[in-house]
């Protein structure tokens, strides 16, 4: 009797595993590559971004100290401008309320400052206006005295504190890395020290207490240079 041979279901899986084996290992190691591919690949995008937010964060910070800069500036300008057309229309006050000051013994009973001799003037003024008005005398004159030194008083009251033109710090963006680099930026253009001479000059000539200021001589040099192209 003939032995007939069949095809055994589980002798051919037995048979067959070790090659299963490797191919469900090749598979796992697909999908593990692959896996670690997608998040490198989402990593480097998110690195990408974080460098792009960056360098977009430094161009900002650096363009709003840079526009503060320019800022105090003009205002430097425009005050300097201010106080010397102020010192050139009253030229000859000041020049009387020197001269006066310098008396020997009786100077000492003179206004500190040029404001101040200006209100004592108005206050001697108003009262001739009163003594007129009263007696029914003529006041135009009076009264243009008066209206004038009001003016004057007004005026000065409008010249800016210059201790106070400086740019105001710039908070850096959320996520800067402010480097030496960026650092030296924002201190060169948001400096604050003592009063430079200029200024000083200036609000000496009303007799303005120069302790007062918060900007030093090398940092008004440059808005003054800046600020002059």
């Not at 209100?119 to 006041?139: A, C, M, V």
């Amino acid at each position: 009797m003939a032995i007939q041979i069949t095809n055994d279901p589980l002798n051919s899986f037995l048979d067959n595993l070790p090659r299963y084996a490797l191919e469900m290992r090749r598979m796992d190691n697909q999908r593990s590559q692959f896996n670690r591919q997608m998040v490198l690949k989402e990593k480097a995008a998110a690195n990408q971004q974080t460098l792009f937010d960056m360098a977009k964060n430094q161009r900002q910070f650096e363009s709003d100290v840079y526009n503060e800069k320019l800022r105090a500036q003009q205002d430097y300008r425009l005050g300097v401008k201010k106080y010397e057309a102020f010192n050139k229309d009253n030229a000859d006050d000041l020049e009387s309320w020197k001269r006066r000051r310098n008396v020997p013994v009786l100077g000492v009973l003179e206004q500190d400052t040029y404001v101040g001799d200006v209100k004592n003037k108005l206050k001697w003024e108003e009262r001739n206006l009163s003594i007129g008005k009263f007696f029914g005398l003529p006041t135009e004159k009076s009264q243009s005295r008066v209206n004038d030194l009001k003016s004057k008083i007004d005026r000065h009251s409008d010249l800016p504190d210059m201790s106070k033109i400086k740019p105001k710090p710039i908070t850096p963006p959320k996520g800067l890395v402010m480097n030496k680099s960026l650092y030296d930026f924002a201190m060169e253009n948001n400096m604050e020290s003592t009063v430079d001479q200029t200024i000083t000059s200036l609000q000496n000539i009303l007799g303005i207490d120069p302790q007062i200021g918060t900007h030093s001589e090398l940092y008004m040099q440059t808005l003054q240079a800046e600020g002059a192209r």
